[in-house]
């Protein structure tokens, strides 16, 4: 795990995707913070953590849709699907590149929670860990999404659509439930809402149930991406 960890670290950091990802990350969440935060004198962070989640529903599907079809059109593929490895191994290794991507780009918002504090002399700071671990299981859950989704096509394009329109999926599902006449159907609906759970975090909220629903996110799809890669295996 450990050797695709740095391979695919070293790919992000000598290619143009990992700078253009945190550079745009950093742009657009610096507009909000400096807008809402430094222009009002706002010590609540909370609006710049949810503004995040549109900007990661577009730039995270773009982060992870090389992963694995960069192997197939190297056709480098195959060594790792015969090769006496283990595919929970290549997965994770896989996973954990782009995650550490997403966590130098979230790191921003340290700076950002240090220069409030320097500027107002008071910060509340159990509510500012609080969304960013939110921040960090939501970036997990879409990552996990882009992995698998990666793992089942050939081309970065189609992986960055599928990838995007899931986590869309997941984005409005528990809007799509208010119409719903089914109670039980909307009741299931509801639960798989990423924007409720992550809102709640947002606001200072600390659910044990929503960290428990990311981290079964993060673990499903990472699953289905290794029964996806056994089966070509064994194919």
């Not at 982060?63 to 060594?79: G, H, N, P």
């Not at 995007?164 to 439930?177: A, C, E, H, K, R």
């Amino acid at each position: 795990m450990g050797a695709i960890f740095r391979r695919e670290l070293k790919a992000y950091f000598t290619s143009p995707i990992a700078y253009i990802f945190i550079t745009v990350f950093y742009l657009y969440t610096a507009t909000y913070f400096v807008n809402y935060n430094v222009y009002y004198g706002l010590t609540d962070m909370s609006y710049v953590f949810q503004c995040a989640f549109n900007i990661l529903m577009i730039l995270l599907p773009l982060l992870t849709m090389r992963l694995f079809t960069e192997e197939k059109r190297q056709r480098t593929d195959q060594c790792l699907l015969t090769a006496p490895v283990n595919l929970f191994a290549v997965v994770m290794g896989k996973f954990l590149a782009a995650t550490c991507v997403f966590l130098c780009a979230i790191a921003i918002y340290a700076v950002y929670a240090i220069v409030l504090f320097g500027l107002s002399g008071y910060l509340a700071w159990a509510t500012v860990i609080g969304n960013l671990a939110a921040l960090v299981l939501l970036g997990a859950s879409f990552t996990a999404i882009g992995v698998f989704v990666s793992a089942m096509t050939e081309s970065q394009v189609v992986a960055a659509i599928v990838s995007f329109i899931i986590i869309m999926f997941f984005f409005m599902i528990d809007m799509l439930s208010g119409i719903v006449q089914i109670e039980w159907l909307r009741e299931i609906m509801a639960s798989l809402g990423f924007y409720s759970r992550y809102s709640e975090f947002s606001t200072g909220l600390f659910s044990l149930p929503n960290v428990i629903f990311f981290v079964s996110i993060i673990f499903i799809f990472n699953f289905l991406t290794v029964r996806a890669l056994e089966k070509r295996r064994w194919a």
